[in-house]
């Protein structure tokens, strides 16, 4: 029979013992332990940066979507409604760094490959518009164009945000052993 488990030093978990000639009835052993992890991502959702992460690519998906209900011209429509994945990319990675599920974390990962994705190519079809708006002269126009520069820097936002989660977010869907056995030390006291 093949091996299922495997010790690869991932994560140890340190559990200090009371001196065993002074220990009483139930002294021995401690109510608290540490535990220290040694995978890149428990560090990361342990620090809890996936929470502010996810609340940053939600809070700019909505406001992506609100500049897009605000100004409500066709073109804009085009790309900054469809911005709503932001919104809920952003609340599936705030809520994997809060209980991390693999299911959960797999969700967040798919969306957030989407949503970088669509990002790019949010950007080029506003870069694409706000070169079609230099040709003209008008105050209502450059107005626009400023509306559009401002949804630009906000998708590049985006991008770089979804770009950092999809590293974290790798490096726990895409390990290799999923079936490691935690190291046990016990120290014992003085």
């Not at 299922?4 to 991932?10: A, D, K, R, V």
């Not at 911005?83 to 797999?106: D, E, I, R, W």
């Not at 669509?118 to 079609?132: G, L, N, V």
Request: hydrophobic share 50%; proline share 4%; glycine share 6%.
């Amino acid at each position: 029979m093949r091996r299922t488990f495997e010790c690869n030093e991932s994560m140890i978990i340190t559990i200090p013992i009371g001196n065993l000639k002074d220990a009483g009835a139930g002294q021995l052993m401690p109510e608290k332990f540490i535990c220290m992890f040694r995978d890149s991502y428990k560090v990361f959702v342990c620090n809890g940066k996936p929470k502010p992460l996810g609340a940053a690519q939600a809070m700019t998906g909505l406001l992506l979507c609100t500049i897009g209900l605000v100004v409500f011209d066709w073109n804009t429509v085009v790309y900054t409604l469809p911005s709503a994945l932001f919104v809920v990319s952003g609340l599936l990675s705030y809520a994997a760094g809060t209980a991390p599920h693999m299911n959960l974390v797999k969700l967040s990962f798919s969306l957030n490959i989407l949503s970088f994705f669509w990002s790019i190519a949010a950007f080029s079809i506003s870069m694409i518009h706000f070169h079609s708006l230099s040709t003209y002269k008008q105050n209502h126009v450059k107005m626009h164009q400023g509306v559009t520069g401002l949804i630009m820097s906000l998708l590049v936002v985006e991008n770089i945000t979804a770009l950092f989660l999809i590293y974290w977010l790798s490096k726990a869907v895409c390990r290799q052993q999923f079936n490691t056995l935690p190291i046990i030390r016990l120290k014992q006291g003085d």
